[in-house]
């Protein structure tokens, strides 16, 4: 991967484990709809897409009922849901030496911005990244590739950078989002993607932990 100067990272998956404050958003806004809990196969389906599709697509809900779970799912997460939540081992080291390495680093992720700002100040690592891409809280249709060209845009890049720039995921969604943006993807396997899912989108590359990463990169 020794071509790559740019970097643009999904959150979710990738750099924080964020199960537990996910699951039990999901758990509140299900129950506050009176509908039944969902098993943990359902649960881990949710870290990647749009909230909105997922109670539509893993939950049978119409496009209003799920606009209202994801009201709910919000105003749980804001309170205390995004602190119910961890970096991945190494992750911290690993974005000061890929800075240090001369390396530019973005964020591209489909958890709204506000929330993505306010974890990575948490976790103190908002400083490495140059720009930060992540979804309106007012819009329901915005996808992987809108925020990966929004972070493209926001650090000046052209069309001859996208040789150059590595989107960094754990989910189909980021493969996706690479591939119409015309960039190639880095599937991390420790994540929340199904067994198979990033072979099966084919990745550009696979890597196994943070460190494994770190090991390709520098």
């Given amino acids: 991967m020794t071509q790559y100067k740019i970097l643009l990272f999904d959150l979710d998956g ?37 909230l909105i599709e997922s109670f539509q697509t893993f939950c049978g809900m119409t496009y209003d009922e799920a606009e209202a779970a994801v009201a709910s799912y919000r105003e749980r997460y804001n309170r205390v849901g995004l602190y119910e939540n961890r970096l991945y081992h190494g992750v911290s080291e690993l974005l000061s030496k890929l800075r240090y390495a001369g390396y530019r680093l973005g964020i591209a992720t489909s958890k709204p911005e506000i929330y993505t700002v306010r974890i990575l100040k948490h976790f103190g690592i908002i400083g490495h990244f140059e720009a930060i891409a992540g979804v309106s ?37 980021d493969i996706i989002g690479a591939r119409e943006c015309g960039i190639d993807c ?23 932990s943070v460190g494994e990463l770190g090991q390709i990169l520098l």
């Fill in 137 to 173: 809280l007012d819009k329901d249709n915005e996808t992987k590739a809108d925020m990966i060209r929004l972070c493209m845009k926001k650090m000046n890049l052209s069309d001859n950078d996208k040789p150059y720039t590595l989107m960094i995921g754990d989910r189909k969604y």
């Fill in 14 to 50: 990738t750099l924080t484990d964020s199960a537990e404050g996910i699951f039990k958003c999901v758990e509140y806004a299900l129950a506050s709809a009176g509908r039944a809990q969902p098993d943990a196969k359902t649960l881990r389906r949710f870290v990647g897409p749009p």
């Fill in 186 to 208: 880095a599937g991390v396997l420790y994540g929340f993607a199904p067994d198979g899912e990033l072979e099966e989108y084919k990745a550009s590359h696979l890597v196994h």
